[in-house]
């Protein structure tokens, strides 16, 4: 029976039933109208729809198909087909953001499309009451449930949401308190890496530190060495984000997806710096939401801080408070190494010693704030006339050490040389009595020799040189005072001649 036609001696249930089947068959052209009404009463569906790129007509013609099957007699609604589909409907617009209320009243819009659908042909019609009575009527026990579904769906996510962040908030206090139980920087980045796979429900990472421009790996879970390089090309630093995440967090995450893996990326920044760079991901099919990349970016602070602390630890272990350059155990450990590297390598290898020889007078005459100046100065000027390879360190109060690999002892003395012309040079721009004086002491490396011979070799030279220069200071002072009196004589042999 076509909708429209005479009603007269039909059952209320067939005629619905007829006009339900008839605007079934062309659900799309129904979906369309009601779209119309929709628009109108949920325009926060609309948004997310095209920030989606969900089709809105198919979606409605989902529903509005659901609402007319429940109205026919020759059919009956299989609730086993729909009941799943519309509990994902809702955790997806929980997850999406919608809120409650505004899913509750899509149901209800469509309810009402779908009435006024069904009340078009009937518009003067016999028995019009009755029958849109009983759409009506049964309209509302089906959106009643179907308000249910999607209720408890959405309930669901929220639910799943709740103990997702308690647990993402035990894994970060768990990551936070097992950081900071070391303050080495490899076992920080071991301990960070391990416990954010586990706080993720990961198995893969690595773990990079920014060294200048470059990134140095420092560890890995879930990877053989062969495939690191492999991991670092697909998901590493250079591969373009297909999505990322901003928020409170000052670290930057990504989201990649390449070949084989689907992974997150984070930017380990602390104070606006980027200290590190750490990657998670899976083989399996998984898609990181907002929430992942939320949570990631909170451990990825985390972990910036607990790194930045280590390497500042670790830099304060190696070096000098006041020159910034190495001190002396961490020199002893950079010579033994080059000794080593010079012995396997047949490479050449010179030491040098400099001493600031009137320290304590500048610290007598001036204070302790012009030596500390002083001994800046000489670190300063060290650091401005060796290569960059070359290794500078106080090693003691006055003294400084620098190793030199691959210079022979030529122009080892060749840098001494440009040393104290540097010194002399920045000292005169220095308002001081004193003026300041260093002695210097090379040594060559010499096959079978370990790192103290060498050590002693310059130090002993060293003191050579402070030995020459205490004479030749002497001889300067005993000579001044002779030069005084034969200038002296000459003045004055020069006035009587002029006076007679």
């Known amino acids: 029976m076509k909708p429209g036609a005479g009603f007269s001696g039909v059952d209320p249930a067939d005629l619905l039933s007829a006009l339900a089947s008839g605007l079934a068959a062309d659900v799309n052209e129904t979906a369309r109208k009601a779209v119309e009404v929709v628009r109108a009463r949920s325009p926060e569906l609309v948004r997310l729809s095209r920030e989606t790129g969900e089709d809105l007509v198919r979606m409605s013609a989902g529903f509005i198909e659901i609402l007319l099957t429940s109205l026919r007699t020759d059919t009956e609604l299989q609730w086993s087909l729909y009941d799943q589909k519309i509990r994902d409907y809702g955790r997806l617009r929980a997850a999406q953001g919608m809120p409650l209320e505004s899913l509750i009243d899509i149901v209800a819009v469509y309810r009402r499309a779908t009435i006024e659908l069904l009340s078009r042909p009937l518009q003067g019609r016999p028995r019009y009451d009755e029958i849109y009575g009983l759409a009506q009527s049964r309209l509302e026990d089906v959106t009643e449930r179907l308000t249910a579904l999607m209720a408890r769906g959405y309930l669901e996510h929220l639910d799943e949401e709740h103990r997702t962040r308690e647990s993402e908030m035990y894994g970060l206090a768990t990551i936070v ?12 980045a071991e301990v960070a890496l391990v416990e954010a796979l586990a706080g993720m429900r990961l198995s ?21 060495p062969d495939q690191v390089d492999d991991f670092a090309r697909q998901v590493g630093a250079s591969v373009p984000a297909s999505s990322s995440v901003t928020g409170r967090s000052e670290s930057q995450v990504d989201r990649i997806s390449s070949k084989d893996w689907n992974a997150m990326r984070g930017q380990l920044r602390v104070h606006g710096r980027t200290v590190g760079m750490m990657t998670v991901g899976t083989m399996v099919d998984r898609v990181f939401g907002a929430s992942d990349l939320l949570f990631m970016a909170a451990v990825a602070d985390q972990i910036a801080i607990a790194i930045d602390r280590a390497r500042q630890f670790s830099s304060e272990a190696r070096t000098d408070h006041l020159t910034g350059l190495a001190n002396r155990r961490e020199f002893e450990r950079v010579i033994e190494r080059e000794v080593a590297l010079a012995e396997r390598h047949k490479r050449r290898l010179s030491l040098m010693m400099i001493d600031l020889d009137n320290l304590k007078r500048i610290n007598d005459r001036q204070g302790h704030r012009a030596g500390d100046a002083a001994l800046r100065l000489v670190a300063q000027q060290l650091q401005r006339v060796v290569r960059a390879s070359d290794v500078c360190a106080r090693v003691g109060g006055d003294e400084f050490a620098v190793a030199m690999p691959e210079t022979d002892i030529y122009r ?18 220095v308002k001081s009595t004193e003026q300041v004086e260093v002695s210097v002491g090379i040594a060559a490396w010499r096959a079978g020799q370990d790192w103290q011979t060498v050590y002693q070799g310059s130090d002993a030279d060293l003191y050579e040189d402070k030995r020459r220069r205490k004479t030749v200071r002497r001889w300067q002072q005993e000579d001044q005072p002779a030069a005084t009196i034969r200038l002296l004589g000459r003045a004055g042999g020069r006035r009587r001649v002029s006076g007679a």
């Open 412 to 429: 080892a003395r060749d840098v001494a040389v440009r040393l104290r012309r540097a010194i002399q040079h920045a000292a005169l721009s």
């Open 204 to 224: 893969t990472g690595a773990l990079w530190l920014r060294e200048r421009s470059t990134y140095k790996l420092l560890h890995t879970v879930g990877l053989e």
């Open 177 to 188: 308190t097992a950081m900071g139980r070391s303050l080495d920087i490899s076992e920080t």
